[in-house]
T-cell receptor
């Protein structure tokens, strides 16, 4: 079974804090993705990575950065958290095919 | 026109009913089609994966793809209360279509199956 884990299920941070969200997959997948999910807006791609140290911007990269130093780990960084970044964050991984496997999600609240 | 359209529902059915969930799309390059199930406050779970047109069956679930109409469906037979979730369609043009494995998602349909 594919296993994608995320460091926290729930997180509360203050405006202006630097926030790290970690994602680990155990299936040796090449591709990893970060999404946010908001009511009425669906899933929106923030960043993705198709190899170690490689990254590409998704549809809404502003205010976020990513790091992939090891194949199994993909981190999302909020440089200075803002209230409009309150959301459900979902990490996914995939082999060199199209189906993606998601983690359980991190519900982030920025106050 | 949005790239993928999915009726948000909510859809409420009695236990045992046949459920039909649908998505339409505009990009004719899409050739890989997926359905995900997402329970409340959880991550999406891959339910069905199909390539190009045709049907695929897995237990009570059947996925249909009609590329000529740009229309995909998920049928659930003998629906159960445990099927209550949000169902997301997703699709991709694949590497040959230049998508680099990115998926385009519908916004999801909320289904409730009442006992």
């Amino acid at each position: 079974d594919v296993k994608v884990t995320q460091s926290s299920r729930y997180l509360v941070k203050r405006t202006g804090e630097k926030v790290f969200l970690e994602c680990v997959q155990d299936m040796d997948h090449e591709n990893m993705f970060w999404y946010r999910q908001d009511p009425g807006l669906g899933l929106r791609l923030i960043y993705f990575s198709y190899d170690v140290k490689m990254k590409e911007k998704g549809d809404i990269p502003e205010g976020y950065s990513v790091s992939r130093e090891k194949k199994e780990r993909f981190s999302l960084i909020l440089e200075s958290a803002s209230t409009n970044q309150t959301s459900m964050y979902l990490c996914a991984s995939s082999p060199p095919r199209d189906e993606q496997y998601f983690g359980p999600g991190t519900r982030l609240t920025v106050t | 026109q949005k790239e993928v359209e999915q009726d948000p529902g909510p859809l409420s059915v009695p236990e045992g009913a046949i459920v039909s969930l649908n998505c339409t799309y505009s990009n004719s390059a899409f050739q890989y089609f997926m359905w995900y199930r997402q329970y409340s406050r959880k991550g999406p779970e891959l339910l069905m994966y199909t390539y190009s047109s045709g049907n695929k069956e897995d237990g009570r679930f059947t996925a249909q793809v009609d590329k000529s109409s740009k229309y995909i469906s998920l049928f659930i037979r003998d629906s159960q209360p445990s099927d209550s979730a949000t169902y997301l369609c997703a699709m991709s043009a694949g590497m040959s279509g230049g998508s680099n494995y990115k998926l385009t998602f519908g916004k999801g349909t909320l289904l409730t199956v009442n006992p």
